[in-house]
């Protein structure tokens, strides 16, 4: 089977003025179906950056990219709308969440841009995805109503609601507190235990630990790429994350 | 085909979640979409009034006057030539044929006393056709005959304000008043004709035989004007043409000589008195629509606030897969349905104060559907107008950029 991801020799140059800034020097990604991997590194390392290429947010400015078996690169500004919304689920650090709007309503919101109508009854896959991160009690609270832990969670549906190939999240236990950050964590880990290919950008060890494979970057290039040994796996029964009580201690 | 059936609900519920917003934004377009409806209705309803006085005039009337005194058939300025006498009169009369009513007609201002006091008033020499010229009838008595008319008869009959003002409550007819030195005795009232276009009050008047008012109030043989029916409404242009051509025989008029007499129908005044009336109407409606596009740009200026306001939004949803084409579709009907909803209570308004203005004030209002069509599809015209540009601001946003601002 060919990888998901796939990219050669990435390179990302911002324009500041009169200056290039480069942000990514020719990083080369291979990654499995049904991998973990977490990216890591400092800030001003391209992790953010390579992020928002992997997640069809921003283009390259050389270098290849395959995602799914379709080149990427150079795609229009609608087509990358369109392999977000078909192939990509996005989990970010502020949650991103529309403010007045229910969980459910949050999480149909993919759906409504889902021109292949992949998803047949789009509240009933809204309701699907909640129940699957734990939520099934909370579907019609606003945002505002719920914690830190249930806000990423509610997020995580979002991403989930499409059946993407790939699941991006951009430090995503970065405004959560540490217990809440292992809930979330467990719910990535029954997500990747049913076959979801997860990436994730952290910079806490900890938190990387949780997946399978870890990518470190440093001044835009890859100086580690290597299996995890001692995995962190969270809970005793890895089926048990969804109803790993209220989210959040906040 | 996406879900487009969803976009209008998204667009109707971001406003109703801002509902006083919206409601302040919208004020511009309920004030332009209203006025505008109701300066037009007005303005037709005051051209339906003038269609009406017309019509109370008699539409097939005709009348012949000399070419400078055309103020309304009054012999006005010092130089102005009275081409006229009874023998014109007279001569049409055995002559035309499309006209079947034909009266020379001579006025004069007058004091009149008797009754309950004095009241300054124009006397108007008439011929016996005059009522059905001017399809005016007589409430109390009758019209003079033409024994009357033949023997110079001292009689008259009174329009409805003298009666009111001189006999409040009394039956005026046979008793005698003065007007200028002269006895009249009074053997009719007439019945209530109202306001001309003008506005000048139509029933402030007596009539009396021609013959008489030549012969005691003015002297001479020269009458101000003929005033002629036509014997149907279709037959209008002949009888004019008719007319013409038989004073110019009569006038001893060569070909190519410019005629010593204007005729006039009342189509022609019609045509003015309408013409003035558009021309007011289109002029209010104008000052409306401006009223309607600034209410534009205010739906523009809070769309504008809006987008920067909903930048995170926008970078969500572009980051879960909406299209350009998506966002500027969410911002435009926004904006579309802030003036669409501006126009329904707009109309709403223009309807109440319309009414209003008809019940309390007694001005004529006439809504003109295709008016409250019009204005409620301007409204939504100018929504999409000014709903582009910060449509157009809010798609063209970088998703990246979008989602980092706070």
Known sequence: ?250 | MIAWIRYPGVALRSLLKNKSRSLLTSLGIIIGVGSVIVMVSVGQGSQADIAETINSMGVNMLMVMPPHSMRGGVNRGAGSLATFTMDDADYLRERSEYCSAISAMTMSPAQVIGGEGNWSTSVLGVDVDYPRIRDWGVDQGEFFTARDVRTRSKVALIGKTIADELFPGQNPVGVRVRVRNTPFTIIGVLSEKGEDARGRDQDDVILAPVTTVLARLKGGREIDMIQASARTIEELDEAEEEVADLLRTLHKIMPGEDDDFHVRTQTEIIERASETSRIMTSMLGAVAAVSLIVGGIGIMNIMLVSVTERTREIGIRMAVGARERDILLQFMLEAVSLSLAGGVIGVMVALLVAAALDAIWGVTTVVNPMVVLMAFGFAGIVGVFFGIYPARKAASLNPIDALRHE
């Open chain 1, 1 to 250: 089977m060919p990888p998901i991801v796939s990219t050669h020799a990435l390179h990302k140059v911002y324009q500041m003025g009169a200056v290039g800034v480069p942000a990514l020097r020719g990083v080369d990604l291979h990654i499995e179906e049904g991998e973990f991997v977490a990216i890591m590194g400092a800030s001003g390392s391209g992790k953010s950056t390579l992020m928002n290429i992997l997640g069809c947010l921003d283009v390259p400015s050389t270098g290849t990219y395959v995602l799914a078996g379709r080149q990427v690169d150079g795609l229009s500004r609608d087509q990358r709308a369109d392999i977000r919304n078909q192939v990509i689920g996005f989990v970010f650090q502020g949650f991103n969440l529309l403010p007045r709007a229910s969980a459910l309503e949050n999480v149909e919101l993919p759906l409504v841009y889902d021109r292949a109508r992949r998803v047949g009854d789009p509240r009933r896959a809204a309701e699907a995805a909640l129940t699957r991160v734990g939520l099934a009690d909370r579907m019609t609270h606003a945002p505002n109503r719920l914690s830190g832990g249930e806000q990423q969670r509610v997020a995580i549906a979002r991403a989930l609601v499409g059946n993407p190939r790939l699941v991006l999240a951009d430090e995503p236990t970065g405004n959560l507190d540490t217990r809440t950050s292992m809930e979330i964590m467990q719910v990535f880990q029954d997500l990747n235990d049913q076959g979801i290919t997860v990436l994730l950008v952290t910079h806490e060890q900890d938190i990387s630990r949780c997946a399978k494979r870890i990518v470190e970057l440093r001044d835009g290039k890859v100086i580690r790429d290597a299996a995890i040994g001692d995995r962190y796996v969270v809970g005793s029964d890895p089926r048990a994350g969804g109803t790993a009580g209220p989210g959040g201690a906040s």
